[in-house]
Nanobody, 127 residues
Framework: QVQLVESGGGSVQAGGSLSLSCSAS????????MGWFRQAPGKEREGVAT???????RYIESVKGRFTISRDNAKNTLYLQMDNLKPEDTAMYFC?????????????????????WGQGTQVTVSS
């Protein structure tokens, strides 16, 4: 049973920073694609950033230049550094992973592609 556990959420004022981490419990599986997703109240879950194990990343336009996704493959751990946070970044943030090896240039940002999900960590940005 794969478990993804997020940590690092919290409350911050606009312009502040937060760092999220996600650890995968299953070390025997590899996850070529991992990503961060978020869901605000009343809205659909959306992909924020994804990263392939070889390095290529993808970001949604609204976070480019402010968020940085990274991963430690040896530790099966995913990170998200969020700088210059805005109130519209307020949401529950989830990490997700998939064992699919078909992707070579970048990982999808559509939530339905991902098999494993964490329980989420809340990020609240006040103005």
């Amino acid at each position: 049973q794969v478990q993804l556990v997020e940590s690092g959420g919290g409350s911050v004022q606009a312009g502040g920073s937060l760092s999220l981490s996600c650890s995968a419990s299953e070390s025997k599986l590899s996850f070529p694609c991992m990503g961060w997703f978020r869901q605000a109240p009343g809205k659909e879950r959306e992909g924020v950033a994804t990263i392939l194990s070889s390095g290529p990343t993808r970001y949604i336009e609204s976070v480019k230049g402010r968020f940085t996704i990274s991963r430690d493959n040896a530790k099966n751990t995913l990170y998200l550094q969020m700088d210059n946070l805005k109130p519209e970044d307020t949401a529950m943030y989830f990490c997700a992973a998939m064992p699919d090896t078909r992707y070579s240039t970048g990982c999808p940002t559509v939530p339905s592609f991902y098999n494993y999900w964490g329980q989420g960590t809340q990020v609240t940005v006040s103005s």
